[in-house]
């Protein structure tokens, strides 16, 4: 098996990147890319790695969806009480990882972490799939439950609860922020001689970008 392991490897053949090819505003050249990834019908596109660490620096990550850009900001929600929400309380800052293995393509974006207003949650929880925002209800996320039981009823009542009412946003529930500081694109390519172009803000804060060796 660790044989068989090892020897598994792709080779990157698609496409290439040059400096050129990025900008000056790699906001702007991520939402390229992504619209890029959604017209190839890439399975999950909106689905990043979220990398997190507690104040004593233990990481952590998982998968979880982008919902939006604004003001140059990455978006995504969850339970604020959550092991990510917990360790983005001690540690605000992150990790996003996207990768599109049908365009042999990755997105690594490092920045600081906020929570955005309970207005924008609002909104956004609010157009939710009604039982995806009485799922938000029911599930204490991250604690330790008896039994898949436990969730169903809760489920159910809170369905029965909120029948023909709206659903209100839960206090411990919304959305983070990743204002990102530094970006970097990267392009398979052959003999993993890969292109990878990074974007960092410099003292002004203003972007400079440049190549980095795979």
Known sequence: MKSRIAEIRTNYALSSLDISDT?????????????????????????????????????????????????????????????????????????????????????????GVTKITKEESEDYFHTRPRESQIGAHSSPQSQAIPDRKFLENRFQELSARYEGKQIDLPANWGGYAVKPERIEFWQGRQNRLHDRIVFEKNSDLKWQKFRVAP
Do not use: H
């Open 23 to 111: 900008g000056d505003d790699p906001i702007l050249f991520f939402q390229k890319w992504f619209q890029e990834a959604v017209l190839s019908e890439v399975l999950e596109v909106n689905a990043m790695t979220l990398a997190t660490a507690s104040k004593d620096g233990k990481p952590n990550a998982r998968t979880v969806l982008l919902k939006g850009i604004s003001n140059e900001s990455f978006l995504f929600f969850t339970n604020y009480d959550s092991k990510k929400g917990k360790e983005l309380d001690e540690n605000p800052r992150a990790c996003l990882v996207f990768f599109w293995a049908e365009l042999e393509r990755q997105i690594r974006i490092e920045g």
